[in-house]
């Protein structure tokens, strides 16, 4: 296993992901950037799924499996996400999120 | 032991009618249900007569005494082994003759109200009525244990308030079957809470066992003292307190005279004959236990029965209201009866008073419902209630004159009228128990006797007053009941009450005494002649006599001011002392309290529903940093 790269590596880049992504979806007003910023999230996940399965368990596959199946799920969010942000458009003639706010008090 | 199973049907066929006219009875003409409620009475007269034919004469055994026997019974309701609520018919002695009087009254009212009520708004619903009553009275007469009666006294005081109030479009019908209401139903509470009281202390409701002398009431004479009373005898006094609400005794009679704004065969059949006497009835019921439990409730009895009649008697004097004067001498002669109960010892000659008040009760149906449907037959002609507006009406109505003086003279008691009978032996009862009340009710019968006159007169002889269409003789539906209870009136003293309905089943021997009859007929016919020296022709006597009492007068005119004093009571006492403390309590701490807990909840609601922005990014933000902070928390600082 020399003169591969280490653990630290991938952990620091998927949390420097998974910090802009928290980063994005709370400071962004565009729908569709705020849902970029899930993507990135859900993506860091994935690198620390398929980096610990190859140091901890290198003869199983399972993390593996996971990401495939977060993949899989993000696609399919990220269809749903879009329909909604396009019903959001028609009902409010924006996809900024301050305008979004009637379901309060 | 014969079979007398088919005396359910005696409750159930008015029932049934009660049901069929008043869920049909806008399908047919008016006169269908009126026919077909006559006939389903008719029915259940028979039965009442052919029952007492058999339990008093065919199946009798000579020599042995009357017992009681429960010819059906069923449980109601099961609450557990020991507390069940029965339903049944029992057939005694006084059962048997209240399905006489309560028959026979119910089916002259009934032929009666055909003609009375024709063409009148709501005449099915009348007779729907009319049957409804009739099954609770029936159902109160046989109930087998206390807990029926007063499932059935309710209800006849339901079917009482129903026909008080059948002109519902009049106030004063409204307010008066209101009032008898919640009277009768105040008292009922005291009834109520005696009956639970009596069986707690005897574990039965039923009557059989109660009036035993043998049974645990009697024998096991208990319950703590209070106030130097037994247990036993609270409970009778409270069950009493009913019977005198029911039977409009003093202080609780206020009801009875208002109750006449109800149609007039209605007042003779619910106010006069049947209903009034219940609380008579309910006493005789319980008798054996009054008299050998709890002597001292008979004294109770005994003497709010001699004040109420005297009391009725002197008011009666002074009404001008024919159904009025009726009314309170309704209260009168049933003062007479609790007053024979009150006075009566148990078994043998002793029990005179029993048997005479059951008498009494007998005669009285007959002759105050006779002299009601005479009263509605006068009213019906002269379309007034108040003598002032009556005068010299026996020319116009023969059958009725004739027949109203009948009851007149029965009820003062002349001789070999039944009235004669029945109340001679409650004064001679009176005569050898207790002295000052036999002062007393001697004092009323002349009163009856003057008053009634007063009345006769008023309305048949006196002034010819102008009237504006001639009065008329009543169709024959009306004046056919009139001559049947007129026979009545006659005639029912010779039945031999002194073997049929006694206080312990056997018979005794029992003949006037005339060192009571001769006197009280004398102050009777006093009563009379005072009566037609006064009313015969217009003079100014009466006018003069009222100025004379001057302020007793006054006061007996305005009922003795008792309906103010309950106004008094009820309005400036118990409305300002009671009533409304406890309503500001109610209003200002009880709902104070809840509003309280409201008005905090939505402060604080207010306070912190900015939470909820409807911004996703500041949930997020919180979320984020709870998430942060637990994390810290669990990590670095636990």
Known sequence: ?105 | MTDYTYTLLIPLIPLALFLFTGLTGHKFKPVVSGLIGTTGLFVVTILSYMTAIRYFWTDHVEGMGYTSLKAFETTWIHFSDKLTVNLGVLIDPISVMMLIVVSTVSFMVHIYSLGYMKGEVGFARFFSFLSLFTFSMMGLVLATNIFQMYIFWELVGVSSFLLIGFYYTKPSAVSASKKAFIVTRFADLGFLIGILMLSFMTDTFDFQTLVSPTGPAITQVGGAAFLGLSGITWALILVFMGGAGKSAMFPLHIWLPDAMEGPTPVSALIHAATMVVAGVYLVARLFPVYSLAAPDALHVVAWVGGFSSLFAAIIACTQTDIKRVLAYSTMSQIGYMMLALGVSGYGGHDGLGFMAGNFHLFTHAMFKALLFLGAGAIIHAVHSNDMKDMGGLRKYMPITHITFLIACLTIAGIPFLSGFFSKDEILTAAFHHNMPLFIIEFAVAGLTAFYMFRLYFSIFWGKETHYHHTPHEAPATMTIPLLILAFGSIFAGYLPFHELVTSDGMPFEAHIEYAVAIPSVLIGLLGIAIATIMYRKQTEIPQRLATGFGYFYNWAYHKFYMDEVYLFVTKKIIFNYISRPVAWFDRHIVDGFMNLIARVIERSAYLIKGFQSGRIQQYGFVFVSGTIALVIIFIYLW
Do not use: W
């Open chain 1, 1 to 105: 296993m020399t003169g591969t790269i280490p653990l630290q590596y991938f952990l620091i880049i998927s949390t420097l992901m998974f910090f802009s992504g928290i980063f994005g979806f709370l400071t962004r007003k565009n729908l569709i950037t705020m849902l970029m910023s899930i993507e990135l999230i859900l993506n860091s996940v994935n690198i620390n799924f398929v980096a610990f399965n190859r140091y901890l368990y290198p003869d199983n596959l399972h993390g593996h499996f996971f990401t495939l199946i977060v993949i899989a799920v993000a696609a399919a969010e990220a269809a749903v996400a879009i329909a909604i942000i396009i019903n959001i458009y028609r009902n409010f003639r924006s996809i900024e999120v301050d305008k979004v706010d009637e379901m309060k008090f």
